[in-house]
């Protein structure tokens, strides 16, 4: 499975490399792996995810190999966001109604 993905993602770079002509080391597998792997998200105020940077030149030169564009990219990360957001206020609710039961069953357990 791992070498089908390498596959497609290597012959998507194939292509972008030859349109541009420039900047060969970077549409190599491993120079986009490692390119694409210095965007990260952060947690900033009221424990929201962002991206800490915006994309350079390079990775919006990948994402195009792809078929995204920086907007797509922006939305899919803001997409994720919501749903670590969710998933953290899922999270807090379960929390909130695990403490009830328990303090009913220590009142349970005294009487």
Known sequence: MALIIRNRFF???KEQMERLKT???TMTVPGAIRELDKMEMTRRNGGRYLLDHALTKTQKTIF???GLS???V???ALTLTEKLAAAKD???VEKDNGEDEDAEAEVYCVN
């Open 11 to 13: 012959n998507l770079l």
């Open 23 to 25: 900047r060969r080391n």
């Open 64 to 66: 195009q190999s792809f």
């Open 70 to 72: 920086a907007e797509k």
């Open 74 to 76: 922006f939305e899919k």
């Open 90 to 92: 899922e999270k807090v």
